[in-house]
């Protein structure tokens, strides 16, 4: 990570007060203020969409006195005799022992989706909530009782307990009504889309995307990650992303630009074989000119998310003003269920869905893992053809009215995919007509983009 990145306030997510009062301590970030008394006391707000108190905890009386040891713009910490609480910018409190220790936390709302796996639980309602991640995992012990329930956690020294209050930032207003294109077929033939897929998009996105085959082969020493099989051509492996097309990658760049659309290309740091990732993220941003990056995939399925985490922050920076759509359909554990909403909360968008649903109805599905309202603000797209059906495996068609109804009630975006849905002409025009014009509804009723939109 280069100088001053860890420390780095991205996306305005940063320390905004720290008071420190008689041993009481009580620092405020953009989505929560969390305050700890002399006695131990530790009391967690949650302040975006709506002030609450959403966690108390009792911490054991002989990790008294604290101080308050480091403050950053990023992070502030405070020692006790035991334990070190890290507290950041993104309203996640790290717990970091060093003495075997058990701590029970209290809840102040009624979570309406409450999922867990491997002792790492999400807990939210529509209006926020919070998450429960330990490294390395840890079982505990969870009440559910509807209006105060507890949560109990035995960590052992050198764990540690990341605990994420959502959401951390407020919504990304500008990007609320900007749809995404996403093109680029499986072929070399389609690897770049012809001028009237570009035209076409321009009519309803403001983004427009280009999948892995822009790039050439991935040279023949490129392994696989553990347990995949893929063979060549497979351009998402390559070490050095060039244009597999140089002429024709400028005819499509220059396009989507001449037509006022941003223009991203894929990029995946999970399958990437660079020795340097965050060079190569630099050199095509800088060399091909592009409006940011689409990560199919940042970590793979990983406890220990911290790297992942610091790779997004990274990412975070290099990118700038940028636009970050990332695709984390079952990062880092396995499945939709449960994810890392402060990671997510550095990316502009987030492409959820392709892995199937886990289980859960539709409705709750787009509410709670694909919608970021409320629990990171990136704003949630929908992979469709991965999870619409009851059955496993892709299923590629335009979405239907109801698809179109249950994502925009649950907050959730859905792309266009041009090349794919021209197939089927009458349906692209459709889907056309009730979600474009959905959306333009919204967007009238809500005023300025300045205002809180329904549909994030």
Same mark, same amino acid.
């Given at each position: 990570?280069?100088?001053?990145?860890?420390?780095?306030?991205?996306?305005?997510?940063?320390?905004?007060?720290?008071?420190? #009062?008689?041993?009481?301590?009580?620092?405020?970030?953009?989505?929560?203020?969390?305050?700890?008394?002399?006695?131990?006391?530790?009391? &967690?707000?949650?302040?975006?969409?709506?002030?609450?108190?959403?966690?108390?905890?009792?911490?054991?009386?002989?990790?008294?006195?604290?101080?308050?040891?480091?403050?950053?713009?990023?992070?502030?910490?405070?020692?006790?005799?035991?334990?070190?609480?890290?507290?950041?910018?993104?309203?996640?409190?790290?717990?970091?022992?060093?003495?075997?220790?058990?701590?029970?936390?209290?809840?102040?709302?009624?979570?309406?989706?409450? #999922?867990?796996?491997?002792?790492?639980?999400?807990?939210?309602?529509?209006?926020?909530?919070?998450?429960?991640?330990?490294?390395?995992?840890?079982?505990?012990?969870?009440?559910?009782?509807?209006?105060?329930?507890?949560?109990?956690?035995?960590?052992?020294?050198?764990?540690?307990?990341?605990?994420?209050?959502?959401?951390?930032?407020?919504?990304?207003?500008?990007?609320?009504?900007?749809?995404?294109?996403?093109?680029?077929?499986?072929?070399?033939?389609?690897?770049?889309?012809?001028?009237?897929? =570009?035209?076409?998009?321009?009519? +309803?996105?403001?983004?427009?995307?280009?999948?892995?085959?822009?790039?050439?082969?991935?040279?023949?020493?490129?392994?696989?990650?553990?347990?995949?099989?893929?063979?060549?051509?497979?351009?998402?492996?390559? !070490?050095?992303?060039?244009?597999?097309?140089?002429?024709?990658?400028?005819?499509?760049?220059?396009?989507?630009?001449?037509?006022?659309?941003?223009?991203?290309?894929?990029?995946?740091?999970?399958?990437?074989?660079?020795?340097?990732?965050?060079?190569?993220?630099?050199?095509?941003?800088?060399?091909?000119?592009? !409006?940011?990056? +689409?990560?199919?995939?940042?970590?793979?399925?990983?406890?220990?998310?911290?790297?992942?985490?610091?790779?997004?922050?990274?990412?975070?920076? &290099?990118?700038?003003?940028?636009?970050?759509?990332?695709?984390?359909?079952?990062?880092?554990?396995?499945?939709?269920?449960?994810?890392?909403?402060?990671?997510?909360?550095?990316?502009?968008?987030?492409?959820?869905?392709?892995?199937?649903?886990?289980?859960?109805?539709?409705?709750?599905?787009?509410?709670?893992?694909?919608?970021?309202?409320? =629990?990171?603000?990136?704003?949630?797209?929908?992979?469709? +053809?991965?999870?619409?059906?009851?059955?496993?495996?892709?299923?590629? =068609?335009?979405?239907?009215?109801?698809?179109?109804?249950?994502?925009?009630?649950?907050?959730?975006?859905?792309?266009?995919?041009? #090349?794919?849905?021209?197939?089927?002409?009458?349906?692209?025009?459709?889907?056309?007509?009730?979600?474009?014009?959905?959306?333009?509804?919204?967007?009238?009723?809500?005023?300025?983009?300045?205002? #809180?939109?329904?549909?994030?």
């Amino acid at each position: 990570m280069k100088r001053g990145t860890e420390d780095e306030v991205l996306m305005g997510m940063g320390i905004e007060e720290v008071h420190v #009062q008689e041993e009481c301590f009580d620092i405020l970030t953009p989505g929560s203020r969390v305050s700890l008394k002399a006695d131990g006391t530790l009391t &967690i707000r949650q302040l975006i969409g709506k002030n609450r108190k959403l966690l108390s905890c009792n911490l054991p009386t002989h990790l008294s006195p604290w101080n308050l040891t480091t403050r950053t713009p990023f992070r502030c910490v405070l020692e006790g005799n035991g334990l070190r609480l890290t507290v950041q910018g993104d309203s996640v409190l790290i717990f970091s022992p060093q003495q075997h220790l058990r701590l029970t936390f209290r809840g102040h709302f009624s979570p309406s989706y409450a #999922q867990e796996v491997r002792g790492n639980r999400l807990l939210l309602d529509p209006l926020g909530g919070c998450g429960f991640f330990a490294i390395p995992p840890r079982s505990n012990e969870f009440d559910p009782d509807r209006e105060r329930w507890n949560l109990s956690v035995h960590l052992a020294r050198w764990d540690e307990l990341w605990i994420s209050i959502c959401p951390p930032r407020p919504p990304d207003r500008e990007n609320v009504y900007s749809s995404i294109a996403h093109e680029g077929g499986s072929t070399p033939e389609d690897a770049y889309p012809s001028n009237e897929v =570009i035209r076409s998009a321009s009519e +309803y996105c403001q983004v427009f995307t280009i999948h892995e085959r822009w790039a050439a082969d991935a040279p023949l020493w490129a392994e696989n990650p553990p347990g995949a099989d893929y063979t060549h051509p497979k351009p998402w492996e390559t !070490d050095h992303p060039v244009p597999d097309d140089p002429v024709e990658f400028a005819r499509v760049r220059d396009l989507v630009h001449r037509l006022d659309m941003k223009f991203l290309v894929y990029f995946s740091p999970y399958y990437s074989n660079a020795p340097d990732l965050f060079r190569e993220m630099e050199r095509i941003l800088d060399e091909y000119e592009v !409006d940011g990056l +689409y990560f199919d995939g940042w970590l793979g399925v990983r406890d220990d998310f911290r790297v992942g985490y610091h790779l997004m922050r990274r990412a975070r920076s &290099i990118l700038g003003d940028r636009i970050l759509y990332l695709h984390s359909s079952s990062e880092p554990f396995g499945t939709c269920k449960v994810y890392l909403p402060f990671v997510y909360a550095y990316s502009n968008y987030v492409l959820s869905g392709e892995a199937g649903r886990a289980g859960l109805q539709v409705e709750e599905f787009l509410r709670y893992t694909v919608s970021g309202h409320q =629990i990171s603000n990136a704003v949630g797209l929908w992979c469709h +053809y991965g999870s619409w059906s009851d059955e496993p495996g892709y299923h590629s =068609i335009v979405p239907t009215t109801r698809h179109i109804e249950s994502a925009l009630q649950n907050h959730v975006r859905l792309w266009r995919q041009t #090349q794919s849905w021209s197939r089927y002409p009458d349906e692209l025009a459709r889907f056309d007509r009730e979600y474009y014009g959905r959306l333009e509804q919204e967007k009238l009723r809500t005023g300025s983009v300045g205002e #809180q939109a329904p549909g994030i």
